[in-house]
């Protein structure tokens, strides 16, 4: 063989022998470079998979610290209804009671079982020059008389009765309204 023909098969050996290095290192370096990309996967991985429980983890808490916040809004809820449920009763038996007494107090004036009677300034009696009136009986200690007083007629002793009955009504629903928002604002 002649010197170019020599030449031309160590070329072409030569070219071979590099693209086979060539072939090897690309293989060699793309699966070096592939542990690489795997572990930094598998890393990232990780750090995603414990944000996630940690994040996980975070919710859970708050929503359980929200259950149990509404737990015990829900008790105060039923502590104040059951409050206000009691006053009201108590309300109730108040304004009944009163209603009950009035309804006794209207029927003794009915039936002239008691009477109404009124005291009577004797200061402005004297200065008119009257002395008309009934005069209470002395006590048991002396033997001055009482206090001049008049009776009322039955129809005004009622109707003053009445008044009072809707006063009373009024005061204990005052009561009532008041006792009410000092539950409800305590």
Known sequence: MSAWG???????????????G???????????????LS????????QLADKDRA????????????????AEQQETRRALEARLQEQTK??????????????RLRDRLATADLRLSVLVDTGALAAQG?????????????????????QLDRAHAQRIVAI??????????LQA???????VTK
Do not use: P
């Not at 309204?177 to 539950?183: G, I, K, L, S, T």
């Open 90 to 103: 108590t309300h109730w038996k108040e304004m009944n009671d009163a209603q009950q007494a009035q309804a």
């Open 164 to 173: 009072t009955d809707e006063g009373d009504r009024g005061l204990i629903a």
């Open 22 to 36: 060539a072939r090897a290192a690309w293989v060699w370096q793309a699966n070096a470079y592939g542990k690489q």
């Open 177 to 183: 309204c008041q006792a009410y928002v000092r539950e």
């Open 6 to 20: 020599t030449r031309l098969i160590a070329l072409v050996a030569m070219v071979i022998a590099c693209g086979i």
């Open 130 to 150: 009257c002395d008309s009136g009934m005069r209470e009986a002395a006590g048991s200690g002396g033997v001055v008389h009482g206090a001049v007083r008049a």
């Open 55 to 70: 994040h996980d983890r975070e919710r859970e808490e708050a929503a359980a610290a929200a259950l149990n916040q509404l």
């Open 39 to 46: 572990e930094q996967a598998d890393d990232y991985g990780k």
